[in-house]
């Protein structure tokens, strides 16, 4: 069955089962690869992109739901929020093992997208489903915390 997606602003069609998760699309199909795949449950956030801008788990997302939706990996995400979140990740040295990375940055892009003064509540809530087997929760909160600021600061020199 062939399926309609824009994918980090490019269209594509693909040929899957309607039940294919979209995950394995973005890997298999378009050989983009820095969507990880974790619990294969949605329980881990590996897999987390965003689906006309929100962070959906591409693992169990079947392509057919998605059909015809603006579909952003870590390879397309764009804007503010995500250079402010990278610059933050490298201040606040968060990366260890790496794994989780691309679905914690897309996680936290879309809450700043949504929320971009987020409250420690907020933070803790929105990467809730992003785990990180290396234990960095602490230096991610942080990273959130100094994007937000950032990306606030930018808004006001604006």
């Keep these: 069955m062939s399926t309609a997606l824009t994918v980090n602003g490019r269209p594509v069609t693909v040929e899957a089962e309607p039940d294919t998760p979209l995950l394995w699309v973005l890997r298999a199909d378009l050989q983009l690869t820095g969507t990880k795949f974790g619990c294969g449950m949605a329980l881990c956030g590996a897999c987390t992109v965003h689906a006309?801008?929100?962070?959906?788990?591409?693992?169990?997302?079947?392509?057919?739901?998605?059909?015809?939706?603006?579909?952003?990996?870590?390879?397309?995400?764009?804007?503010?929020?995500?250079?402010?979140?990278?610059?933050?990740?490298?201040?606040?040295?968060?990366v260890q093992c790496g794994y989780c990375q691309s679905g914690?940055?897309?996680?936290?892009?879309?809450?700043?997208?949504?929320?971009?003064?987020?409250?420690?509540?907020?933070?803790?809530?929105?990467?809730?489903?992003?785990?990180?087997?290396?234990?960095?929760?602490?230096?991610?909160?942080?990273?959130?915390?100094?994007?937000?600021?950032?990306?606030?600061q930018q808004a006001a020199k604006a």
């Design 52 to 94: 006309n801008g929100q962070a959906i788990r591409s693992c169990v997302t079947p392509v057919s739901a998605v059909a015809g939706q603006a579909i952003t990996t870590i390879e397309g995400v764009e804007g503010p929020e995500i250079a402010a979140l990278r610059a933050a990740w490298t201040a606040v040295d968060v």
């Design 104 to 152: 914690q940055l897309m996680s936290a892009c879309a809450l700043l997208k949504t929320n971009p003064k987020p409250d420690t509540a907020a933070i803790r809530e929105a990467m809730d489903g992003n785990l990180c087997r290396c234990g960095t929760y602490q230096r991610i909160e942080e990273a959130v915390a100094l994007a937000a600021q950032q990306t606030g």
